[in-house]
């Protein structure tokens, strides 16, 4: 029969075996992955890789492209970009039941630059344009918006501020529909109420003038969410004057910008995405 101290020496030498082999298991799977990072390209952590979608996905961000010459290739329909439709197209995944397509910061991949001289706008019933406040668009184009909007299309324009832009994005939206008023979105309006009860009397700013502690640019102290509406009262086109949910979108992630603040930007991304869906 063994001794108390031959069963001890046994139970330390297998304690001792099965340390050995966990740690040759460890620096084994270090080595793996070390080699393995030699022949794979990285991927940083920021930019997220969207994986293909075998069926198509359902709901994309639509980004309009506007301008003429070097503008049209560097304008200001280009600002937030690729940050806000990345963050966005996560929110709207995470928060409803929407089958949306990821966006790549990387590459883009996964959300649609529209011209509408090309006509694939019909292919989405929601579209974004940014910076409308110098904004321009041809006679085609407007032609085709407004098509676009009139069969059941949904554009938001947003981030732009003042008396000064707001009288350039009425130059060519009153080009698109000289015959429909722009006016106050009722607060009781559905498209307030569809998913999240939004109050629109809430300002979201850009992280700048939140830098300088304020929450407007230009003379444009108080926000104002206005829209078009069809024969039917479906509201076509959506207008965030005095704000940048774009900023609040892109900057998600950013420390300096409140949470609060992303948190209501993202309540108005899901209402307006599933009112265009159902609308």
Not at 5 to 20: D, P, V
Not at 98 to 118: A, F, R
Not at 203 to 212: A, C, K, M, T, V
Request: charged content about 20%; hydrophobic content about 40%.
């Amino acid at each position: 029969m063994k001794t108390i101290n031959q069963e001890k020496a046994i139970k330390f030498q297998l304690r001792q075996c099965l340390l050995t082999i966990f740690v040759l298991f460890a620096v084994n799977l270090l080595l793996l992955d070390s080699a393995q990072a030699q022949i794979r390209p990285y991927t940083p952590r920021s930019f997220s890789t969207v994986p293909p979608d075998p069926d198509g996905a359902e709901f994309y961000f639509a980004r309009l492209i506007y301008g003429t010459g070097n503008f049209r290739g560097r304008g200001g329909w280009t600002v937030d970009m690729p940050e806000a439709e990345h963050y966005f197209m996560n929110g709207i995944t995470r928060l409803t039941e929407v089958d949306g397509s990821l966006v790549n910061m990387s590459n883009m991949e996964g959300s649609q630059l529209i011209n509408l001289e090309d006509r694939n706008i019909f292919d989405y019933p929601f579209l974004y344009a940014v910076e409308v406040g110098g904004w321009s668009l041809n006679t085609e184009e407007i032609a085709i918006l407004r098509e676009y909007l009139l069969k059941g299309g949904f554009l938001i324009v947003d981030d732009f501020h003042g008396s000064y832009e707001w009288s350039g994005f009425m130059a060519t939206m009153q080009r698109i529909f000289p015959d429909r008023p722009v006016v106050d979105i009722p607060h009781d309006d559905e498209v307030f109420q569809v998913v999240y009860q939004l109050d629109p009397t809430i300002q979201i700013p850009g992280i700048s003038p939140l830098s300088r502690g304020v929450t407007w640019e230009r003379d444009g102290r108080d926000p104002t969410y206005r829209g078009i509406y069809d024969d039917r009262g479906r509201l076509m086109v959506a207008i965030n004057h005095n704000m940048d949910l774009g900023d609040a979108w892109e900057h998600a992630d950013t420390p300096g910008y409140p949470q609060s603040l992303t948190a209501m930007a993202y309540r108005f991304a899901v209402n307006y995405v599933i009112y265009s869906l159902t609308h």
